[in-house]
């Protein structure tokens, strides 16, 4: 079985790559490079001793698209492809909308001109918004969000709802992610954001190597244990496992389903940090500063809708993230420019 899959160099994407090969399946990846490279891409066929058809294309450009899916006749598309920096979709409302939603649009229309009926989408646990409580779970009615980036997630969920409805033989899975760290045990592959990173695992391992001076730790003043946010951490290779899964549930099921990939258990930032201290036996210089605009006191998954339809759970834990996450950085301290 062949899966395209969108976006699929970057962090999410090459190492979905990576399990699907090592589960047999042929991958076709389409990226940009936007926010990617191709090194990625070559990394994951030295670790699988297997090939993968690379092409350089921007996947709003439909055309390309088409002449791609013509070419390669894949079986089923993962959707990766997309602008996530939440900071930067509220200075680039239109950059983000435009990006996001055209990306989806251009790959659906694809698979309606020429046939392809199974798709798997990455969205997000920001969907869920402000309104629910944790831990979330899928039946929830998705709540306001607080950034552009978050509601093209939460428009896209509605641009495949609504075609789902158009074709009884369409199979579609929506993914809402919760917050993946950690990296392929071998450090061979791994996260590399561009400049200074948003998220908070990059932040700890750019610290811990040098590249930046310290971490600010935003707010400690919240309504939780410890008065830091808590947050569902997920190992990068579970992911990939639970895309693998989601795989085979599209081969057996029709019609669209919503499944979180998180594990259920919320960790604040200090007990992150105090972890990847531990585990690296190092020091991660850090400041408690002020609250950062728009993030919630908690965010965790109900995982038990994964274990039921996709016969997944997350098998790693807090230690393998921060060893992993740290490996990595360790062995690319400029990720992979060099
Ligand atoms: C985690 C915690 C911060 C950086 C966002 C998106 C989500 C998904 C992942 C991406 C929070 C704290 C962070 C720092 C800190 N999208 N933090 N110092 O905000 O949960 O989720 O990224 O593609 O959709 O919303 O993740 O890693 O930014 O933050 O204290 O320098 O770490 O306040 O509590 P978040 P994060």
Known sequence: MKIFLAGGAGYIGCHTALQLLNNGY????????????????????????????????????????????????PDAVIHFAGLKAVGESVQQPIRYYRNNINTTL????????????????????TVYGEENPSPYKENMPKGSCTNPYGWTKSMMEQIFQDVALTDPELSIVILRYFNPIGAHESGEIGEDPKGIPNNLMPYITQTAVGIREKLTVFGDDYDTPDGTCQRDYIHVMDLADGHVKAVEYLNREQGIDIINLGTGTPYSVLELVNAFQKVNDMKVNYVIGTR???????????????????????????????????????KNPQGYRK
């Open 26 to 73: 042929e991958v076709v990846i389409a990226d940009n490079f936007s926010n990617s490279c191709p090194e990625a891409v070559k990394r994951v066929e030295a670790l699988t001793g297997k090939k993968i058809a690379l092409y350089e294309i921007d996947v709003q450009d439909g055309a390309k698209v088409k002449e791609v899916f013509a070419q390669e006749q």
């Open 106 to 125: 251009s790959l659906l229309e694809a698979m309606e001109a020429t046939g392809v009926k199974k798709i798997i989408f990455s969205s997000s646990a």
């Open 292 to 330: 950062r605009a728009g993030d919630l006191p908690v965010c965790y998954a109900d995982a038990s809708k994964a274990a039921r339809v996709l016969g997944w759970k997350a098998k790693r834990g807090l230690e393998d993230m921060c060893r992993d996450s740290w490996n990595w950085q360790r």
